[in-house]
């Protein structure tokens, strides 16, 4: 079968046209005014930590988002087509598995934890972990994905990806998403 590997779709920037970092930051800022420095203090213990600390401490309305209409489009023909669609994403799992609930697109969800910021080489190296190097297909928009899109078997790039982020003569096989 030809999409035997599943469709691996990255969340910020990509499924959103925003940030999860950004918008549990501006939201907690927002709410709680008088604690604006605890994101600092929680940022001492990594970007993990901080994602976590903003997940848990913001009530993110998720059906608000900003999402890509042609990147849910993409998974829904994908997804009607029998192919599985996993959210990996550097983004807290409490709010990425808020996502993928709301969307209902989504068989799996990869995601940062407290102590795993999962970008870059780390969520390369889940992916292959969970998929094999090559296994999946991988669409992503930012220079952290390009160790992933050199794991994928294929690279969708989406069209806010630009050459100046993303070095795509080192990558083996390139569409861009709609």
Not at 51 to 56: E, N, P, S
Not at 135 to 148: E, H, I, Q, S, T
Not at 150 to 170: E, I
Request: contains cysteine; glycine residues 6%.
């Amino acid at each position: 079968m030809e999409h035997a590997a599943p469709l691996v779709v990255d969340l910020d920037g990509t499924l959103l046209r925003s940030d999860l970092l950004l918008e549990t930051g501006l939201l907690f800022v927002r709410d709680q005014p008088l604690r604006v420095l605890s994101p600092l203090f929680w940022l001492a213990g990594g970007k993990a930590a901080l994602k976590h600390q903003l997940a848990h401490a913001t009530d993110l309305d998720v059906t608000q988002l900003p999402y890509d209409p042609a990147v849910i489009a993409l998974i829904t023909r994908e997804r009607a087509a029998g192919r599985r669609i996993v959210l990996a994403t550097a983004s807290h799992h409490r709010l990425a598995e808020r996502v993928a609930a709301h969307l209902r697109l989504f068989d799996d969800v990869i995601a940062s934890d407290v102590s795993r910021n999962l970008s870059a080489h780390a969520k390369r190296d889940a992916l292959v972990d969970a998929y094999g190097e090559g296994g999946f297909d991988y669409a992503g928009n930012a220079r952290d994905d390009l160790p992933v899109w050199q794991a994928a078997r294929r690279a969708d790039v989406s069209p806010r990806a630009t050459a100046q982020s993303v070095r795509l003569g080192a990558l083996s096989s390139i569409s861009m998403c709609p």
